[in-house]
Structure formats: C-alpha cells, structure tokens
C-alpha cells in the first residue's frame, strides 16, 4: 500500500513566525495534533505537535505569542506519496514519532500521514497482534 492511500491531503501548516496561539488554534479548528512547519516555498523545515505546545511552551513559562521555531522539531523525516507505508513506519519506528510529513519531489508538503491511519488501514490479512507490536515500537520511551 502507498502512503498515497491513506495521507490526509493538503493538511494544516504553519511557518516558523507563527505564534504558537495560532499554531494551537489551527490543530483545534482542524481536530490534528501536529502541524507540519514549512518555509516560504512550503517546504517542510520541522514539526509542531500538540506536546511541543505544552512541554515546550507553557510548561517553560512562555507565552502564547512564541514564535514556532521556539517550539518545533527541525529537519523532520518525511516520506513521498509515492512510498510503500512501510517507509512511514520505519520512520515513525526509528524517530518514534506518531506523524510523518509527506512532501513532494521539492520537498513541498503536500500531506501527512499519522500512527492512526495506519491502524486505520491495515489489511484484513495482518494479524492484529502483528499490528500492536508496530504501535508499542513506535510508542517505546527513546
């Protein structure tokens, strides 16, 4: 299966200027907990999760009007559209992350794919134990 088949398309991006207020009202408003940090030719430069905003931000003491590149994971691990799932959980495994950018040939984001989608569409034929064991590595403390 390619990650073509189950990246949510088009998501949620911020720039590294973006305050995290902002940042924190685009995952409410689009129901995500990471959003992809991209530059002004939209590629992706980092990631800011829902954690980012409260380990990073508020549990430091900042204010809501931190600029993301305060807050973000820089240089994330992305996949192509084009790349077998295996590619995004071998990332989400080895990075232990649950939310892998997609990007094109310029390294432009044009999706993301995350832990639940691929719980999501897992084939009928992989045993479901088959499937927990690739959540609990991913999940691992590092």
Same mark, same amino acid.
């Given at each position: 299966?390619?990650?073509?088949?189950?990246?949510?398309?088009?998501?949620?991006?911020?720039?590294?200027?973006?305050?995290?207020?902002?940042?924190?009202?685009?995952?409410?408003?689009?129901?995500?907990?990471?959003? &992809? $940090? @991209? *530059?002004?030719?939209?590629?992706? =430069? +980092?990631? /800011?999760?829902?954690?980012? #905003? !409260?380990?990073?931000?508020? %549990?430091?003491?900042?204010?809501?009007?931190?600029?993301?590149?305060?807050?973000?994971?820089?240089?994330?691990?992305?996949?192509?559209?084009?790349?077998?799932?295996?590619?995004?959980?071998?990332?989400?495994?080895?990075?232990?992350?649950?939310?892998? &950018? $997609? @990007? *094109?040939?310029?390294?432009?984001? =044009? +999706?993301? /794919?995350?832990?639940?989608? #691929? !719980?999501?569409?897992?084939? %009928?034929?992989?045993?479901?134990?088959?499937?927990?064991?690739?959540?609990?590595?991913?999940?691992?403390?590092?």
């Amino acid at each position: 299966m390619r990650i073509a088949e189950l990246m949510t398309r088009d998501p949620a991006c911020c720039t590294p200027e973006t305050p995290a207020r902002k940042a924190a009202r685009a995952m409410a408003e689009k129901d995500c907990g990471c959003l &992809p $940090v @991209v *530059d002004e030719g939209h590629r992706v =430069i +980092g990631t /800011v999760t829902d954690r980012d #905003l !409260a380990c990073r931000c508020v %549990a430091e003491g900042k204010d809501a009007e931190t600029p993301v590149r305060d807050l973000m994971t820089a240089n994330p691990s992305c996949c192509g559209a084009d790349d077998d799932v295996a590619v995004a959980e071998k990332i989400m495994k080895e990075r232990q992350v649950r939310r892998v &950018p $997609v @990007v *094109d040939h310029a390294g432009c984001c =044009i +999706g993301i /794919v995350a832990q639940a989608d #691929l !719980a999501r569409h897992v084939k %009928a034929d992989i045993p479901e134990r088959e499937l927990a064991s690739v959540v609990q590595r991913i999940s691992e403390p590092a």
